[in-house]
Each structure stands twice: as C-alpha cells, then as structure tokens.
C-alpha cells in the first residue's frame, strides 16, 4: 500500500478486511453510504443484504413525502453517480452551497471570518481520512482554544458534504489507499479547501491528508495520483515500511518542542521549492529522506499520528496563534496531563 495504514489497523473505517480486488463503499458517521467506483461489481460485502442501496427501488406507490433535513445532513443520491468523474452536483444536493452560505451566516454584530472570535475548526471527510484517532487533533484544538476562553465552532464535512470556504483551521487525517484515491478526486471537484487555502486558512493534514495535498501521490497500486496541488510536495510508495514511534526535531524558529508520534505508512515524500521540512527525524521514517513532514506559510503536513495534537500540545497551539494570534500559557493544572503523556511517550523511546 502506497499511502498509508496497513489493513485491519486500529481506527479503520472499516473496509480493512475486505480483498484488494473487493470494491470499496464506507459509511459515514451519519449512516449514509458513498457511492461505489466505477466499474465496480454490485455485490458489495458493505451494504445491507438484498439491493444494493445505490439501485432505485421500485415503489408501487407514490412515495411519501420527504422529512426536512438539517443543512449538513448527507444529501441522498438517486443514481449511482461516478464519484471520480461526476461534478459535484451528481453526488451532493443543487442547493448545498446555499445550504452552505446559511450555516455560515453570522449573526447580527459579529465579524467574518478572518475576524471573528470564534475559532471555525473544518473536519474534513471523518468518514474516508480518520484512521488512528485523528479525531483526537480537532479535540485538543478545541480543547485548548476553549481553555483559553476562545470560542470554538468544530464542523464536521463528510464526502458527500461540500468543504466550506470561511473556515479557520483544515483538518485532515490519514486513511488507507482507496479512500484517499476517492478523498482527492472529490475535494478537487469540491474546490472548498483550495478556495480556503488562498484565503490563508490554517491547514493541518496527517499521513494521507499530508500526501493528497500535494501535487502527486501513490494510490493502490503505486500508480501516482493527482493531488490537490495545495503544498509543493510529491508522493509516492518506498521500498520500506515506516511502522512504529517517530521522534522529530522541529525546525526551531517556530518555537515547538521536539516532536513525537507513531507512523504507519509506506510514502516516500520530497519537499519542493517554497517548501520547508517541518522537523529533522531523530527516530522512525518520515519523509524518508531524514526529513519529517513539510510547511509553507500556514500549511502544515505530517506523518504524525498519535493524534499528533495530543501528543504535541505546542503544535496545536502553533496552529490556533496563526488563526487567533498570540496566546496566552494555559495553567500548569491545565497542562497536567498533556505533559505527563508527552513525558511517557518520550521515555518510552528514549530508553
């Protein structure tokens, strides 16, 4: 596997077990399926017995009427559209993007986005890039706004979801090869996080998310895939597998401890111009060149699971001063356990 987690890990969406020739349909959080790739056979061992939930069903009356549905509530598709070639209108509502622009009205008094006190945190496709409890980095960096008395707005956007534009902070997480392959077909087609990313949205992307806003990555087979082309870096599968804890150096002028975390991918990662390594590998893989990770601007890449937030506290609170500023030290009592999980983690590799 080119980009990321071997099968059956922890955290997996799922879809682990299932052979490599075995076509691929995830659920998301709220119980909706995606469709399935193209030429894909119609048994698929995810869906519930009988129809495939991507063939219409044949009413024998007229069917009843539709309940309202919240604005992030998945869309329902009523054709199995190509994900990889279908314009977003194939597999997401008409009106989400005024669906979009109302949920992200504010009210009356309030300044927009590049101003305003709430912190907007965009969890990118929970349902395709969350593996290893990457959840656990929008968690700390809610946390940590929170405890500072910053006002935090977490939302999260599945793949069938349009990416709003006027977030503050992107997060993305790892994930196996087929999701990752479908993750950057969509958010290309999407065009949110790119429109965020010229806006200068804080981005933060691990493992897989790392690989697919670049410019190019491996996919299932090691055949290279277009990325998004956000971050100068290229992608694509080593001769080695870096499994096991990961210990970086950061670059100092940003002010960050030394990183720590747990890798489990195959990628082999060159950094471009205008692009800077995000730390120096004391242990593990990374970047597969004694680099780890990369950074331009407020983009931000890693190998780092761990969740890498958790682990890393003051990398979290490097991200949130580059929406909200400054911040203040958080309490010693407020850093307790933070510090005692770095400490163990440390010693566990240094010894």
Request: glycine share 14%; hydrophobic share 40%.
């Amino acid at each position: 596997m080119s980009s990321d987690e071997v099968p059956g890990s922890a955290g997996d969406i799922g879809n682990a077990a299932i052979p490599g020739d075995a076509h691929f349909a995830a659920r998301s959080p709220s119980g909706s399926y995606l469709p399935p790739l193209a030429g894909e056979p119609a048994d698929d061992p995810l869906t519930p017995r009988g129809r495939s939930v991507w063939e219409p069903s044949r009413p024998t009356s007229a069917p009843p009427e539709e309940p309202a549905r919240s604005v992030w509530e998945p869309a329902r598709p009523t054709h199995p559209a190509d994900p990889l070639t279908a314009p977003a209108s194939e597999w997401a509502s008409p009106s989400r993007e005024t669906a979009d622009a109302a949920a992200y009205a504010l009210p009356s008094g309030r300044r927009s986005a590049a101003g305003d006190s709430t912190i907007r945190l965009i969890w990118i496709y929970p349902d395709l890039l969350s593996t290893y409890g990457d959840r656990g980095n929008l968690l700390m960096l809610e946390r940590r706004a929170r405890l500072r008395g910053i006002d935090v707005e977490p939302v999260e956007v599945n793949a069938d979801q349009p990416v709003p534009r006027h977030g503050d902070i992107y997060l993305l997480g790892g994930g196996e090869d087929l999701p990752q392959v479908l993750a950057a077909h969509r958010l290309r087609a999407d065009g949110g996080l790119q429109a965020a990313a010229d806006r200068g949205a804080v981005i933060f992307a691990v493992c897989a998310g790392y690989q697919l806003i670049g410019t190019v990555f491996g996919g299932a087979h090691g055949e290279p895939v277009e990325g998004l082309g956000i971050l100068n870096i290229r992608s694509g599968r080593g001769e080695r597998r870096g499994v096991g804890e990961i210990v970086a150096d950061i670059d100092p002028s940003l002010g960050v401890d030394r990183l720590t975390g747990f890798e489990n991918h195959q990628g082999v990662t060159t950094v471009g111009p205008g692009v800077a390594p995000l730390a120096r590998v004391v242990l593990g893989v990374g970047n597969g060149d004694g680099t780890e990770g990369a950074l331009a601007g407020r983009i931000l890449g890693t190998y780092l699971h761990g969740p890498a937030l958790v682990r890393n506290p003051a990398l979290a609170d490097l991200l949130l001063s580059w929406a909200a500023g400054p911040l203040p030290s958080l309490a010693p009592a407020d850093e307790a356990w933070t510090g005692r999980l770095r400490a163990e983690r440390l010693a566990a590799v240094s010894g």
